[in-house]
């Protein structure tokens, strides 16, 4: 049997392609109006409004994730066993818990953005005046008060597809909007409001999506079932718990990049900064759909102790990213001069040391992106804190040192090991469980 053949006739990497590919077209539009966003905003801002505008709109986000408990986990990974089982009370009771708990986080994350909006102004966007803009945009918080959970409800009820729908109508108002000012003279406040218009479309509509998802599969007074059915707190703590410091983790040494950059250089670096890592985590488009679909599917076999077929999966799942992956890659380091050109204009050329530091580790990440889904499936959840704690304490220390030197090239070379290190790690120890367990 030939490989092609292999894939093909496996009807669960069938299954998951097909859910992937309907969640990834819409996201392919949503895709080329983000690009012209990009295009248009950075034109009107410059690099040192548009970086700005990336540290303010970030700080929120990572402010949000310090408290977050990454619900669309928890909901996969217990919401999914539970309708399996078809225990509907323990997933009602699963799923009001996770509703009220990350509604109660979005409102403190909100209130602590309020409170500390003036030092963000001073110590990271280094621009006074526009503390405003910090509390402002912070009101999206309280718009997502339920994606998190929403989108584990729509993974597995397999309407993860919705997403895409939801995420391209705000594409397409974000862009309209943006449009507006850059044709008819807007300012960095219009581009801020157009962000935040987005943001609430986004998280309100994917609130409703899984709210009608939730009433076909559990009723209309799912709601009132107790939180007392749900038999399993301890564990489900655990879980949370571990996923809400192993969150705070990856957004502080991950994903919080502009807020670094703005630390330690300014806003213009920052403008630069944000233009590579834009262009480079449209890796992410193709990934993001296969996270969403894959992640049900690695727990559904985990659960059932399909040692086998697992392997089999991540094999291939892993080939196909790797081919995809890599060519994008090679692409973006060969011609990364004329897209940061296309993009953003020749003003922003300063950016290709670090769009091409940072195509490496993304490149990494995206081709073993099943690495933490498979350790929460495994019911490992504290071997990722372990990891990316470590590698992130060094990323950080050698920032302090490397980046006020040698710029945002050092910041996207960091960022690269940050990956390596904390994918590879938790790649091995995934891989390495699924043989112990296989072999009992």
Known sequence: MSLLSKFKNDPLFTKVMRSSGSLFSNNTVALGLSVAQGIMATRLLGPAGFGLIGVVMSFASVVNSIFSFRMSELVVRYGGEYLNKQDKEQASALFKAASTTEALVSLLAFLVVLATAQLAEIYLAKTTGIAWMFTFFAINLLANFNTETSTGILQITEKIKLQGTVNLIQAIVTTLIIAGAFFFGGSITVILVAYLIGKSILGLGLFTLAQNQLKEKLGSGWW?????????????????????????????????????????????????????????????????????????????????????????????????????????????????????????????????????????????????????????????????????????????????????????????????????????????????????????
């Open 224 to 440: 009132r079932t107790p939180f007392s059915k749900l038999t399993a707190r301890k564990e489900i703590f655990r879980f949370a718990f571990s996923s809400n410091i192993s969150a705070t983790i990856i957004k502080i040494f991950r994903e919080s990049e502009l807020i670094w950059v703005g630390f330690f250089l300014d806003t213009t670096a920052v403008g630069y900064y944000r233009v590579a890592y834009t262009i480079v985590h449209f890796l992410a488009i193709p990934a993001d759909p296969l996270i969403a679909t894959t992640f049900p599917e690695i727990n559904k076999l985990a659960v059932e102790k399909a040692w086998g077929k697992l392997k089999s999966f991540l094999k291939k799942i892993t080939a196909f990213s790797f081919s995809y992956n890599l060519a994008i890659g090679v692409g973006l380091i060969l011609f990364g001069h004329w897209v940061i050109q296309i993009y953003s204009g020749k003003e922003y050329l300063a950016a290709y040391p670090a769009l091409v530091a940072l195509t490496i580790g993304l490149v990494f990440n995206y081709i073993l992106f099943w690495n933490r889904p498979l350790l929460l499936a495994l019911g490992l959840p504290e071997f990722p804190v372990y990891v990316t704690l470590a590698a992130g304490i060094i990323k950080l220390a050698l920032s302090f040192w490397l980046v006020p030197v040698y710029g945002v090239a050092a910041a996207g070379g960091l960022l690269s090991f940050y990956y390596i290190a904390s994918v590879g790690m938790m790649v091995l120890r995934g891989i390495r469980e699924i043989g112990n367990r296989e072999s009992v």
